[in-house]
């Protein structure tokens, strides 16, 4: 990657995800600090027979959840059901709503518990025998490289760049970043390999590119309109399979962040690698 293609990166779009594995929002605008983004992954629902934070990547479970739609409005979000009924996430009885439509009791809460956990079913696995199989399902415990409360999976921060979405042939939102970087024609994919430890500038706001972001098996499900795409999995699995944060040799598209200097991201905003 030459130094030219990098200075001519842009920020393309910007994401956050108010509800862990709902769909996410679009927005002009993203404030970020050590914490993550402001209002990304605040909320979750907590299994009540297992305790485990619900996700996606148990897809036997909980691959509804990415019909639900999750919008912030002031203090609270408003949830979208997809039979056209909403709730929000201060309304009495939203944990009846929510539970009745996954087919299990759950819990909406707002403050990571010490030690929550999610299942991240074997991807592999997944797609090879279905996603109602009985798979592998690890542990995974959640938000270890972030400070505060939220959410996330590990990192405060996840972007990707256009070169490697154009690459594997598929939409943003299945990766469910934070951040889309544009990048030039000729602009090679899977380029944030490379930039582990390297300085990101957006626009006044720094970053350290912590490592490959690894791949599960949600880019794959329906999200919402969009019907399910096994290459969003596969093709990473084949061409991008690198170390991830010691944990083996995984399929990876994307970069894990860390929030150097808060502030606030904008579409449009320069990138800059240092």
């Not at 009540?48 to 609270?76: D, F, H, I, N, P």
């Not at 592998?136 to 405060?156: K, N, Q, V, W, Y």
């Not at 490379?194 to 590119?209: F, K």
């Not at 599960?216 to 969003?232: D, Q, Y």
């Amino acid at each position: 990657m030459s130094a030219d293609a990098a200075e001519h990166m842009r920020v393309e779009s910007l994401y956050r995800y108010p509800i862990k594995s709902m769909l996410g929002e679009s927005v002009e605008t993203l404030s970020v600090n050590a914490g993550g983004a402001e209002g990304d992954r605040k909320f979750a629902l907590i299994d009540e027979s297992s305790g485990r934070v619900a996700s996606a990547k148990q897809a036997r479970l909980w691959r509804t959840l990415l019909s639900c739609g999750a919008v912030t409005e002031q203090r609270r979000v408003r949830i979208h059901l997809p039979d056209g009924s909403t709730t929000t996430t201060d309304e009495d009885g939203v944990d009846d709503v929510l539970s009745q439509f996954v087919g299990r009791s759950v819990r909406l809460i707002d403050s990571r518990p010490a030690g929550a956990s999610i299942e991240r079913a074997d991807p592999d696995q997944v797609l090879d025998k279905g996603v109602d199989a009985e798979v592998d399902a690890p542990i995974l415990e959640l938000g270890l490289a972030t400070p505060g409360d939220s959410f996330t999976d590990l990192a405060p921060v996840h972007a990707v760049t256009t070169a490697t979405l154009e690459r594997i042939g598929v939409e943003a939102a299945r990766y469910r970043p934070n951040l889309v970087i544009a990048t030039p024609p000729g602009f090679p994919a899977y380029a944030e390999n490379e930039w582990t430890d390297q300085i990101l500038t957006v626009g006044g706001v720094r970053l350290r590119a912590m490592g490959p972001t690894p791949r599960c098996v949600i880019p794959t499900l329906e999200h919402g309109a969009l019907p399910r795409a096994p290459h969003a999995l596969r093709t990473p699995a084949a061409e991008n399979r690198v170390d991830a944060f010691g944990l083996g040799l995984l399929p990876c598209a994307g970069t894990y962040l860390q929030v150097l200097t808060a502030g606030t991201l904008q579409i449009g905003d320069p990138v800059s690698l240092d």
